[in-house]
T-cell receptor, first 116, second 111 residues
Framework: GAVVSQHPSWVICKSGTSVKIECRSL??????MFWYRQFPKQSLMLMAT?????????EQGVEKDKFLINHASLTLSTLTVTSAHPEDSSFYIC????????????FGPGTRLTVT | LAKTTQPISMDSYEGQEVNITCSHN???????ITWYQQFPSQGPRFIIQ???TKVTNEVASLFIPADRKSSTLSLPRVSLSDTAVYYC????????????FGTGTRLQVFP
């Protein structure tokens, strides 16, 4: 199988601070990873596409300076929420595709962010 | 990316077969149809994927008519643990193509 992990699984931070969330593909290489945000009782909203070795592509309405994405290696992408505010509290999920294999994307377990 | 339409919610009882239909009128020639399952506070989990006709695996079946403008996910003999949100996605998810999630269908299974 293909496993994607996220760290931390949950985090509480104070307003104004920054939080980094890691997404790792454990047993495969992923040139592209995706970051989603999900509010309670709502669907997943794609935030950005993370490309290894290049800049991320952000969806319309997502502030690239607030949500910093770094895809430094073929197995790791990070999402940093800068100057977090309570409205950034959400469930953040990453996914990675295993190229050439069943055309499937594998999702991480998610990270619950609470900003106080 | 083709837009999908699903029922917002469905109820069922244990042991019954559940069929969830998804409409995707603007599906492109190269698009596949993929269904994911999501439990609360977890990432989505792949259920099944198909291009045309019928696909079956150990947990579900996927029926796709010839025009491919809709698809039906069939869950045989559901149990309480099948209570979840089910998402239908259309696209070419070859690892590098983004996925756009619709509203999903919230399935509630009762004892």
């Amino acid at each position: 199988g293909a496993v994607v992990s996220q760290h931390p699984s949950w985090v509480i931070c104070k307003s104004g601070t920054s939080v980094k969330i890691e997404c790792r593909s454990l047993d495969f290489q992923a040139t592209t990873m995706f970051w989603y945000r999900q509010f309670p009782k709502q669907s997943l909203m794609l935030m950005a596409t993370s490309n290894e070795g290049s800049k991320a592509t952000y969806e319309q309405g997502v502030e690239k300076d607030k949500f910093l994405i770094n895809h430094a290696s073929l197995t790791l992408s990070t999402l940093t929420v800068t100057s977090a505010h309570p409205e950034d509290s959400s469930f953040y999920i990453c996914s990675a595709g295993k190229q050439g294999y069943n055309y499937e994307q594998y999702f991480g377990p998610g990270t619950r962010l609470t900003v106080t | 990316l083709a837009k999908t339409t699903q029922p917002i919610s469905m109820d069922s009882y244990e042991g019954q077969e559940v069929n969830i239909t998804c409409s995707h009128n603007n599906i492109a020639t190269n698009d596949y149809i993929t269904w994911y399952q999501q439990f609360p506070s977890q990432g989505p989990r792949f259920i099944i994927q198909g291009y045309k006709t019928k696909v079956t695996n150990e947990v579900a079946s996927l029926f796709i008519p010839a025009d491919r403008k809709s698809s039906t996910l069939s869950l045989p003999r559901v149990s309480l643990s099948d209570t979840a949100v089910y998402y239908c996605l259309v696209g070419y998810p070859g690892g590098t193509d983004k996925l756009i999630f619709g509203t999903g269908t919230r399935l509630q299974v009762f004892p």
